[in-house]
């Protein structure tokens, strides 16, 4: 099993900055890849990026790109999601997530590849 806690979300004015943080403990040896999702009220949970276990590739979904970004502290078993030029439209809960098994060429996209799940962090932007 793998246990995935994410910190880091707050309060902020459109324009400012956060970084998530989530780190990963248990069975961490069995993950490829990690990703970032965030669900805002009434809507679906949506991909926001991923990251494989090296660190080495990364993906970023084009509705953040230019603003977000995510990294990997190999050491502290931790993945950051860098905020920049926040807008109120990226309010939402923001979910980090792991996937098990074989590493894959491509890094997951969609809910459904991944196998743990933190308990979310709020980020909420004010206009």
């Known amino acids: 099993q793998v246990q995935l806690v994410e910190s880091g979300g707050g309060l902020v004015q459109a324009g400012g900055s956060l970084r998530l943080s989530c780190t990963a403990s248990?069975?961490?040896?069995?993950?490829?890849?990690m990703g970032w999702f965030r669900q805002a009220p009434g809507k679906e949970r949506a991909f926001v990026s991923a990251?494989?276990?090296?660190?080495?590739?990364?993906y970023v979904a084009d509705s953040v790109k230019g603003r977000f970004t995510v990294s990997k502290d190999s050491a502290k078993n931790t993945v950051y999601l860098q905020m920049n030029s926040l807008k109120p439209e990226d309010t939402a809960i923001y979910y980090c997530a792991a996937d098990k098994g074989a590493t894959t060429l491509v890094l997951p996209k969609f809910a459904y590849e991944y196998d743990y799940w933190g308990q979310g962090t709020q980020v909420t932007v004010s206009s």
């Open positions: 248990g069975r961490t040896f069995t993950i490829p890849n």
């Open positions: 990251i494989s276990w090296s660190g080495g590739r990364t």
